[in-house]
């Protein structure tokens, strides 16, 4: 059975593992490849200037394009390369969406991309790009 936004939802809900730093995101689409989510920033998102803390961009990036992915194979995979980079600020209260998307999946590699974009005005903020290893027998 495929996995559902909900699903995810669930997960960073009640995980005890790195991914509970996520338990405020709200993945609102998953499907083909593709997964959005957003976020209102609290104080727990940002660092010590009361803006979005570039360690959690670059987790968003990890997990968002992750689930883009496991929404296109069943297929685990592994990180080989995560680049971010960091446009625009955004700070203590701002709505920010997550967009990830599978740009491309061959036979060993999966290539992703990830834009996180102020909710109300649209502006790029952090834009990311994840290479990862396909395991096991492909499908």
């Known amino acids: 059975m495929p996995i ?5 939802n669930k997960m960073f809900r ?3 593992y790195f991914d509970g730093v996520l338990n405020k995101v709200n ?20 660092n010590i200037m009361g803006g979005l ?9 990890d997990c968002i ?5 496991v929404s296109k194979t069943s297929l685990p995979h592994v990180s080989v390369q995560i680049n971010t980079e960091y446009i625009k600020g955004a700070k203590l209260g701002d709505q920010i969406e997550i967009f990830g ?4 999946m061959g036979k060993s590699l999966a290539f992703l991309e990830v834009l996180i974009k ?4 649209g502006a790029l903020l952090v834009k990311g790009s994840h290479t990862k290893f396909l395991l096991g027998p492909k499908e």
């Not at 998307?101 to 491309?104: D, E, L």
């Open 4 to 8: 559902t936004a909900a699903d995810i």
């Open 14 to 16: 009640t995980a005890k």
């Open 27 to 46: 993945v609102t689409a998953l499907a083909n490849g593709k997964c959005t989510a957003e976020l209102t920033l609290e104080e727990e998102h940002t």
């Open 53 to 61: 803390h570039g360690g959690l961009s670059a987790t968003l990036v």
């Open 65 to 69: 394009s992750s689930y883009a992915l």
């Open 101 to 104: 998307n599978t740009v491309k």
């Open 118 to 121: 102020d909710k109300n005005t």
